[in-house]
T-cell receptor, first 113, second 112 residues
Framework: DAKTTQPTSMDCAEGRAANLPCNHS???????VYWYRQIHSQGPQYIIH?????ETNEMASLIITEDRKSSTLILPHATLRDTAVYYC??????????????WGLGTSLAVNP | DAGITQSPRYKITETGRQVTLMCHQT?????MFWYRQDLGHGLRLIYY???????DKGEVPDGYVVSRSKTENFPLTLESATRSQTSVYFC???????????FGSGTRLTVV
């Protein structure tokens, strides 16, 4: 599975968009980009995933560059409750019995009032 | 709706004792996983299971045993607890369509 690089920490003002970048320059053609977040002392929470097209759901938008070497998670109107560690992971979805996700240290996002 | 529950929430045990952490999910998800989370290491996979009676090792399986006799349960046993196994343990499940993992609330284990 490809590795990812994320900034260690970021700040965002409440009500503004939070744009979290992720670099995955060694991504393979069959690997998806997944985003999770972990609020302090809780289990990680799935946010969104995508292959090559941009994706949007009720939580966030995922923008993947045309060459798929990087992506950006967008929280359109960040709130204090979005303060968390955000993880970007790439993995082949059609991995048979191997559904392992390899986690890095993520980006610690602080949303400030 | 809890969906996936872990128990106990907190546990203190002594070195050398056997301890079992429980994980139960109500969705009949095929896949289940055990991770540990330590400062500076992020989440590391201990064991995972693709279905009942099918389990496999992850990155850090030594000192742990798992079983999956029923789809909904995936207990993790520390056969002889060591201080290095002090950690927060998370269980997760995923359906066959792989729409992301769902995690439990975690078990904070302290080995003294």
């Amino acid at each position: 599975d490809a590795k990812t690089t994320q900034p260690t920490s970021m700040d965002c003002a409440e009500g503004r968009a939070a744009n979290l970048p992720c670099n995955h320059s060694t991504i393979s053609g069959n690997e998806y980009v997944y985003w999770y977040r972990q609020i302090h002392s809780q289990g990680p929470q799935y946010i969104i995933h995508g292959l090559k097209n941009n994706e949007t759901n009720e939580m966030a938008s995922l923008i993947i560059t045309e060459d798929r070497k990087s992506s950006t998670l967008i929280l359109p109107h960040a709130t204090l409750r979005d303060t968390a560690v955000y993880y970007c992971i790439v993995r082949a979805s059609n991995a048979g019995n191997n559904r392992k996700l390899i986690w890095g240290l993520g980006t610690s996002l602080a949303v400030n009032p | 709706d809890a969906g996936i529950t872990q128990s106990p929430r907190y546990k203190i045990t002594e070195t050398g004792r056997q301890v079992t952490l429980m994980c139960h999910q109500t969705w009949s998800h095929s896949y289940m996983f055990w991770y540990r989370q330590d400062l500076g290491h992020g989440l590391r996979l201990i064991y995972y299971s693709a279905a009942a009676d099918i389990t496999d090792k992850g990155e850090v399986p030594d000192g742990y045993v798992v079983s999956r006799s029923k789809t909904e349960n995936f207990p993790l046993t520390l056969e002889s607890a060591t201080r290095s196994q002090t950690s927060v343990y998370f269980c997760a499940s995923s359906d066959a369509q792989d729409y992301g993992y769902t995690f439990g609330s975690g078990t904070r284990l302290t080995v003294v």
